[in-house]
């Protein structure tokens, strides 16, 4: 079951509505639906996020609904950040006033409050940390076909980074070598500069890292141990960021954070298109 939303609920550690809605109020505006009246459609294009002020809106895909969103909470932002066709349709189910961000006043939100980028981060890494643990309960984990392999940074992006880091050169790992196991504390995220990295659940390959591309950010932002175990499928150069270079990075940079983003939701879209 594909969800195009990361909605979050009470038991979200790290998510202040405070912060949501002063970003929202801030950069946004209001818009009113009627009872029964649309928001957006599975399948349909859109750049629009929300936050729910007032009612209850249906999300709703193949005609079943997946859950209701309620005052306080985000929904529609996955489709924004990945730039990709909705997921899922959301319909007012009384009368229902949101707040609404494009993906121009998105951006504008990180820039001025970075928190916000995090707390983000953080839901969608609740989310994705659920479905890899129902998955592994159910025996389900997707096996990596043919896809192409991760790329999160552009070449200007990589650039910058490797420039901010230039006192610490990359690391060399051979073909070979484990770089991070599941279950451990994480104390460092990777971004590749050479070679391909393969990212593995239970000695399944569920993504393939390459040049540009990161992993091990999940444990930065939540502090939680390493869901995953990656290792260098080919000889490999990779710039290690700590935590406390994470959160400057964040702070400092809104197109690293923004990568990151799509990064999380992409990884999240991929594996809720894999439960049935």
Known sequence: MELDFTQP????????????????????KTENFAEMESLFVEGQASDKMYLLVEGEVSLIRNKKTLDIVKP??????????????????????????????????????????????????????????????LMKQTASLPALDDRDELRVFDKKMMEDLVAVFRSRPPQTFPAGRVIMKEGDAGVSMYIVIRGRVSVSIRNIVVERVGPGGSFGEMALVDHASRSATAAAETECQLLSISRADFLNLVKTKPGFAISLLKTIADRLRNMTAQKK
């Not at 985000?74 to 609404?100: D, H, N, W, Y």
């Not at 993906?103 to 504008?108: N, S």
Request: charged residues 20%; aromatic residues 8%; hydrophobic residues 50%.
């Open 9 to 28: 609920s009470a038991q979200d550690e790290g998510y202040d509505p405070a912060v949501a809605r002063k970003c929202f109020e801030s950069f946004g």
């Open 72 to 133: 306080g909470e985000i929904f529609g932002e996955i489709a924004v950040i990945t730039q990709l066709p909705r997921a899922a349709s959301a319909m007012a189910r009384k009368f229902c006033q949101v707040l609404v961000l494009d993906a121009k006043q998105f951006q504008q939100a990180l820039q001025t409050a970075p928190e916000f980028a995090l707390m983000l981060m953080n839901i969608m890494n609740n989310r994705l940390r659920l479905t890899i643990a």
